[in-house]
């Protein structure tokens, strides 16, 4: 009996607690409906969720309705949200399925928080997750992908994995229960369709238990991929407490994989990364959401930069500047009409302007500029291409990014520098050196002292 099947697997997947209130996607296709039966009749508070991507006109909208009928018959709670997935995907970047399943988890998350429910749980069946594991064979993916869909995976529950699409559409007509089609499943425009309409067929015509087989198989390459992933725990653990920092010397390709596939990176790029990994520095790779950044033998991870850091400028008057630490200043940030509140200054510093004699300190945390000189207000940026200054103690002009490198500067580093100009000229490298153009002289008659905190 399906229904005991299911049971049975919600308690030893630990999958869900009795009392749990669930929301339940429906799309209104055989397993979503089958979920909802299923999860209704197993006791659990539920509420459903279906939403209209707008990609196939009329039945899209059919699809929609057929929910909204079930859902009032059934007496089940109903929210439904219409979204135009073709423009979100474009918008993006993305493609449709992956603009689709971006758009309802964000959804599906959302209500959950906003409902305080204990899960959200989608009807993905054995034959779903064996389609996943021959999608990423072909996407060459290890071992992780290659176990197929997840169980359980934060507030996302797949209570149906136990049981196969025969199983469920059996269910669905011995309680006769009617479901719509979607038109989309039964095309071949798509990798998984391919898969699900050719591929599998013709393997249980060579081999009659192969999905059974296949299933086996990712049962036991989850297990290996747990245990894998338990015995690199402390490894991940160094290289998250040195700042997302990893030696070449001290990687191995599986410690690559698990470190990089938690920020989106797929198995083809890892390889390439792993491949170059005596490359130059320099190189550069990204995924969604970080990127990471090759530099004398060492992989350095971050976040992707929301804006462009070429963008990211402050402008400082003459009395911004000397304002107590932290940094007080009215400053603008792009939009020169826009002042920028206190806590979106990069940086903080002591700074006063002197008359003769000076007592000048050796120190990179401390520049003294000829204030005479300077032209308020002064511009507080990152490095741009092409920016150069004459550096204390030289006669020619350097290139700003020639500088940083001899300095050994990282590629993030160097991104993340400040400059302090006035007018066009760079007048100090924060933190590193002033220049020599502006340096304190015999001549100077006023001064203006810096001093980073």
């Known amino acids: 009996m399906l229904k005991r099947k299911v049971q049975t697997y919600i308690r030893q997947e630990s999958l869900l607690n009795e009392t749990d209130k669930l929301l339940i996607a429906c799309s209104g296709g055989s397993d979503s409906v089958a979920l909802l039966s299923l999860m209704q009749a197993l006791g659990y508070e539920c509420v459903a969720a279906h939403m209209n991507f707008s990609l196939r006109g009329e039945e899209s909208d059919r699809d929609e309705a057929f929910v909204r009928q079930l859902c009032t018959r059934w007496n089940i709670p109903l929210h439904v949200k219409r979204v135009d997935a073709k423009n979100y995907a474009q918008k993006q970047g993305l493609s449709i399925e992956m603009a689709a399943r971006e758009l309802r988890y964000a959804w599906f998350e959302q209500l959950r928080s906003e409902l305080g429910l204990q899960a959200i749980v989608l009807g993905h069946h054995q034959n779903d997750d064996i389609e996943t594991f021959f999608l990423n064979l072909l996407r060459g993916s290890g071992a992780k992908g290659l176990a197929g869909i997840p169980r359980k995976n934060g507030y996302l529950v797949r209570p149906l994995l136990c049981v196969t699409r025969q199983e469920i559409l059996d269910y669905l007509a011995e309680n006769q229960l009617d479901y719509v089609n979607d038109s989309s499943n039964f095309q071949n425009d798509y990798l998984r369709n391919k898969i699900r309409l050719q591929l599998l067929p013709l393997l249980e015509e060579i081999q009659p238990s192969a999905a059974a087989s296949i299933h086996r198989s990712q049962a036991l390459l989850r297990t290996a991929d747990e245990d894998l992933t338990q015995l690199l725990a402390p490894a991940l653990q160094r290289i998250s407490e040195q700042g997302n920092c990893l030696h070449v010397a001290e990687a191995s390709e599986s410690l690559l994989y698990q470190w990089l596939s938690a920020y989106r990176f797929n198995a083809k790029e890892i390889s390439r990364i792993w491949q170059q990994r005596f490359a130059p520095s320099g190189q550069l790779y990204q995924s969604e959401s970080h990127e990471l950044l090759l530099d004398r033998s060492c992989w350095l991870l971050r976040e992707r930069a929301s ?109 993340n520098a400040w400059l302090l100009l006035s007018g066009q000229d760079i007048v100090w490298v924060v933190g590193e050196r002033i220049s020599q153009d502006y340096c304190v002289n015999s001549s100077t008659q006023s001064a203006l002292r810096i001093e980073l905190l």
């Not at 806590?343 to 005479?372: M, T, V």
């Not at 308020?376 to 490198?405: C, E, Y």
């Open 307 to 415: 804006q462009n850091k070429s963008q990211e400028i402050f402008y400082l008057t003459r009395a911004d500047i000397c304002k107590p630490a932290p940094l007080q200043a009215e400053t603008t940030a792009l939009d020169p009409t826009k002042k920028a509140s206190p806590e979106d200054l990069p940086l903080c510093w002591n700074a006063k302007f002197f008359s003769r004699p000076f007592e000048l300190e050796k120190s990179k945390q401390i520049a003294w500029l000829d204030a005479d000189k300077l032209q308020f207000p002064l511009v507080l940026r990152h490095p741009q291409k092409g920016d150069a200054f004459v550096p204390f103690g030289m006669r020619g002009k350097k290139l700003i990014s020639d500088f940083l490198t001899d300095l050994k500067y990282a590629r993030f580093d160097k991104e």
